[in-house]
């Protein structure tokens, strides 16, 4: 795997050109993994530069029972099975992200999504900490290499620091954490540029 360099890309979010680039030599794919309406969705449609798929549908009055809404009531949509979308980075590095459902009930769809990805990138809400732990504890079972992304909203909190953050998530030291908006292409692929760094730093490639 190529070493990771500052966002240089311009996302064609909603692109039509599926085919790879000539130069693509390392294929990668990624989790993008999160709890309920933590903005999963929307940082693949931000940086994916084929047509995303998403398999979102409309919230019902059945899963209002099951899905916690508490700080996402605005939310009317729900990943069902996956979202799918592709960013080429700096040095021929290709990306598979694949987007997981947050709900618990979805869970047994888990393996199947993670089987072959090579890490994974936890976005976390500020507002909704607790949130989180379901999914960084399905990470770490897992055994997948991640970086957490702290998904800027307009009303969360701004008083807690990185260390704060970072002890409310028990995360390791090496594990990366940064914030990101999951709306805006290059800060999403800022993201996703510490996640692979991080598996550059702790996987390095085989000699070709």
């Not at 070493?3 to 990668?28: K, R």
């Not at 940086?47 to 508490?70: F, G, K």
């Not at 700080?71 to 598979?96: C, M």
């Amino acid at each position: 795997m190529a070493s990771a360099t500052s966002s240089t890309v311009d996302a064609q979010s909603g692109g039509t050109d599926i085919h790879l680039p000539d130069t693509a030599q390392d294929l990668v794919k990624i989790l993008v993994t999160g709890p309920f309406g933590v903005g999963k969705t929307t940082l693949i449609r931000s940086v994916s530069e084929i047509r995303p798929l998403h398999t979102e549908e409309q919230l019902s009055e059945a899963s209002a029972q099951v899905d916690d809404l508490a700080g996402v009531r605005d939310k009317s949509t729900t990943t069902v099975a996956i979202d799918f979308g592709r960013i080429s980075l700096p040095g021929d590095v290709v990306l598979y992200l694949f987007g997981t459902p947050g709900q618990e009930r979805f869970r047994s769809l888990w393996n199947d999504i993670a089987y072959g990805a090579l890490g994974a990138l936890v976005l976390v809400d500020a507002r909704r900490i607790d949130a989180s732990f379901d999914v960084l504890g399905l990470v770490e079972e897992t055994g997948l290499p991640y970086a957490v992304a702290f998904n800027t909203f307009p009303d969360a909190p701004r008083h807690h620091t990185p260390e704060q953050l970072r002890a409310a998530l028990d995360l390791e030291p090496t594990t990366p954490m940064v914030t990101c908006d999951a709306r805006e292409a290059n800060s999403s692929i800022d993201a996703l540029l510490a996640l692979v760094q991080h598996l550059i730093d702790h996987h390095p490639p085989e000699p070709r």
